[in-house]
């Protein structure tokens, strides 16, 4: 059984950075793309980036494209999401995904789920 761990979030003001980590075990971490979604209070659950299985493919909401960048570390089985310049508008709770092969931006393609790691900018 896939086991996902974020971790990283906190409190950070806006403008300021913060990197969150998804440890996963379980599964043979080179054969699954990896995602990132984030909810805040009151909406629903949207996308914010995928990295393919070799890491050179990635994708990003158009909300965070050029302030976020994702990135994996088959050796450690863990996938970073390092956030810059952000914003209050990024506080939510963020969580990890994966997939077998392909990566996706479709919160529907995804069967294994992290807890949740809370990030928090204010303004």
């Known amino acids: 059984q896939a086991q996902l761990v974020e971790s990283g979030g906190g409190l950070v003001q806006a403008g300021g950075s913060l990197r969150v980590s998804c440890t996963v075990s379980?599964?043979?971490?080179?054969?699954?793309?990896m995602a990132w979604f984030r909810q805040a209070p009151g909406k629903e659950r949207e996308f914010v980036s995928t990295v393919s299985r070799s890491g050179t493919i990635t994708d990003y909401a158009d909300s965070v494209k050029g302030r976020f960048t994702i990135s994996r570390d088959s050796a450690k089985n863990t996938v970073y999401l390092q956030m810059n310049s952000l914003r209050p508008e990024d506080t939510a709770v963020y969580y990890c995904?994966?997939?077998?092969?392909?990566?996706?931006?479709?919160?529907?393609?995804?069967?294994?789920w992290g807890q949740g790691t809370q990030v928090t900018v204010s303004s």
């Open positions: 379980g599964f043979a971490f080179s054969n699954f793309a």
């Open positions: 995904a994966e997939k077998f092969w392909s990566p996706s931006n479709s919160a529907d393609e995804y069967p294994y």
